[in-house]
């Protein structure tokens, strides 16, 4: 399939190092991801001979949120995104968009600098990299979180989706990876960290205040379409205060307020329950590069077993709509 649209596509700029510890990931394989994060020119010519038209770039996880001070984590926001604008789009303004990477350590200044990035610079929203940290590298906030309201009316006004993607459970909470180190990032530990602060979402009741909130997850929704049937279905013999304030159960905001991309999921059996769960039109192609290769991703996707209808909505039309983006020539 020509023409695909790709939204879980990273880059990082030399003058901020933004991927954290690695330390359990091979020397040389990592050091071809950052090489490859920070180029542009190879990134275009791998979507070339995979058929995908449209890169939407964001900052590496855990980029801006893993910065401990409110100030620099404004500071720096502001300049990733005109890195992002001024240094990678603007080389390939036919192939690459950019999602904004925001400083929600202080929830207004995120708010301004989405504005800023959405009107002044064409970017099509944000990806936020899990919690932030406050103030110490234990302190998190998370996006359910009182402080953060102004953001998502701000979100909201502009139509804008907000990707969640990923980072590290908080050093003080890893017990259960203890002697299993590897498990701590994409491995497994990604997973459970982003599907749980999805679940804060939907029970937070942030839904049912602004209905035209979207939220993207990678992963083919980090295990959501399998897991949640049971959470709704457990939450009926629990008490209502110990699960929110939500008006909906799990699955219908799963279903109305989310989107989930095929990034680093390529297994055919994994994406068919998705689509029974969900159906075609919340789900979107995407790879994860560089940490993911488009020559498996693409090939993949272009034969999986699904209806042609469903292949051109997955892998470009649904984008265009949320993004409001060009239709592309196939
Ligand atoms: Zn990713």
Redesign the pocket.
Known sequence: MQGKIAL?E?WESPDFPATGSHDFTKKDWFADVQRRLREVDERVADMDRNGIGIDILSLT?PGIEGITDAGQAVDMARRMNDHAAEKLVARHPSRLRAFAALPLQAPEKAAEELERCVRDMGFVGALINGYSNIGDENTAQYLDEAPVEPFWAKVEELGVPVYL??RIPLPNQQRIYQGYEGLLGSAWGFGQETSTHAVRLMLSGLFDRHPKVNVIL?HLGEALPFTLPRLDHRLRHQRPETHGVHKQPPTYYLRNNFYVTT??VFRSQTLLNTLLEIGSDRVLFSV?YP?ESMDELAPWFDACPISDNDREKIGRTNAEKLFGLEPQNA
């Open positions: 879980e990273h996880q993607h990923p990678g990034s680093g994860d940490y």
